[in-house]
Nanobody, 124 residues
Framework: QVQLVESGGGLVEAGGSLRLSCAIS????????MGWFRRTPEKEREFIAA????????LYANSVKGRFTISRDNAENTVSLQMNSLQPNDTADYFC?????????????????WGQGTQVTVSS
């Protein structure tokens, strides 16, 4: 069983930065993918970024490319999301998840485990 706990959300002004962290407990396998998604009233789960556990290869949604950076720390079993140049439309609940059989890593329905989420609010 894998458990995830997100942290680092909060209130920030437009143009500011936040760093989200996802602490993962349990055994992780190299082929697994860890992803960040966000939820707003309009979208159930929007794909943001993903990272492969073994080689740290990354993938991003076009909406955040160049502003957000996903990374992982194997020793600490954490996945982080550095968010820069935040805008009001980045306001959402952010979730990290684990995909054990990544095929469509951008589809939240493929993910097997989720954290409880952390709220990010960007003021204009």
């Amino acid at each position: 069983q894998v458990q995830l706990v997100e942290s680092g959300g909060g209130l920030v002004e437009a143009g500011g930065s936040l760093r989200l962290s996802c602490a993962i407990s349990g055994t992780l396998f190299g082929s697994w993918v860890m992803g960040w998604f966000r939820r707003t009233p309009e979208k159930e789960r929007e794909f943001i970024a993903a990272i492969k556990w073994n080689d740290a290869s990354t993938l991003y949604a076009n909406s955040v490319k160049g502003r957000f950076t996903i990374s992982r720390d194997n020793a600490e079993n954490t996945v982080s999301l550095q968010m820069n140049s935040l805008q009001p439309n980045d306001t959402a609940d952010y979730f990290c998840g684990v995909d054990r059989r990544p095929w469509h890593y951008y589809e939240y329905s493929e993910y097997d485990f989720w954290g409880q989420g952390t709220q990010v609010t960007v003021s204009s």
